[in-house]
T-cell receptor, first 113, second 112 residues
Framework: DTAVSQTPKYLVTQMGNDKSIKCEQN?????MYWYKQDSKKFLKIMFS???????INETVPNRFSPKSPDKAHLNLHINSLELGDSAVYFC????????????FGEGSRLTVL | DAKTTQPTSMDCAEGRAANLPCNHS???????VYWYRQIHSQGPQYIIH???NNETNEMASLIITEDRKSSTLILPHATLRDTAVYYC?????????????FGQGTTLQVKP
């Protein structure tokens, strides 16, 4: 049983399209995150949510809209995709906000053509 | 920006101890040091963390200098499966807004 699962694992799309990545955790954690890993392999935090409430928004363009229907799910919707959005997006969870022990998913590789 | 600096890459012979250094000279008194690793094409994996004292778990040991300006992650008996990028991270912020800022990490290559 995967602790943090993301779908889809791979996503190839055209510029200007809108796409979503879903994330679910079965660890009972209160906090979930989205990280972006670019082509240079730098991992950057994008958002964190605690019990469906936005806690951290790292000045991500508003084309990126996270949605947390419940504390076990955090989805990432991206509007008007740009070439620079190509990256691997990782979802993670932790027992409480601000914690340092995160459990990451396997990543979703987004390629924008 | 990350508050840590690490060597870009290191090699280690299989079965030997791998010692991965990290400098965090600007660390504040209440900031923890975390270590993660990322095996190729997988999500990052938590290894260990510490504040002042040395720590050990089933995966590794963490040695933090007395002045807390540097630390070393030790994998006591490296295997080929330990080949990965190892990230040393100082958690910044406090309370609910504390967060992990990943740097470039050290690529550890374990060789037969």
């Amino acid at each position: 049983d995967t602790a943090v699962s993301q779908t889809p694992k791979y996503l190839v799309t055209q510029m200007g399209n809108d796409k979503s990545i879903k994330c679910e955790q079965n660890l009972g954690h209160d906090t979930m995150y989205w990280y972006k890993q670019d082509s240079k392999k730098f991992l950057k935090i994008m958002f964190s949510y605690n019990n469906k409430e936005l806690i951290i928004n790292e000045t991500v363009p508003n084309r990126f809209s996270p949605k947390s229907p419940d504390k076990a799910h955090l989805n990432l919707h991206i509007n008007s995709l740009e070439l620079g959005d190509s990256a691997v997006y990782f979802c993670a969870s932790s027992p409480f906000p601000g914690g340092g022990e995160l459990f990451f998913g396997e990543g979703s590789r987004l390629t924008v053509l | 920006d990350a508050k840590t600096t690490q060597p870009t890459s290191m090699d280690c012979a299989e079965g030997r101890a791998a010692n991965l250094p990290c400098n965090h000279s600007t660390i504040s008194g209440n900031e923890y040091v975390y270590w993660y690793r990322q095996i190729h094409s997988q999500g990052p994996q938590y290894i260990i963390h510490g504040l002042k004292n040395n720590e050990t778990n089933e995966m590794a040991s963490l040695i933090i200098t007395e002045d807390r300006k540097s630390s070393t992650l030790i994998l006591p008996h490296a295997t080929l499966r330990d080949t990965a990028v190892y990230y040393c991270i100082v958690r910044v912020g406090s309370g609910n807004t504390g967060k992990l800022i990943f740097g470039q990490g050290t690529t550890l290559q374990v060789k037969p």
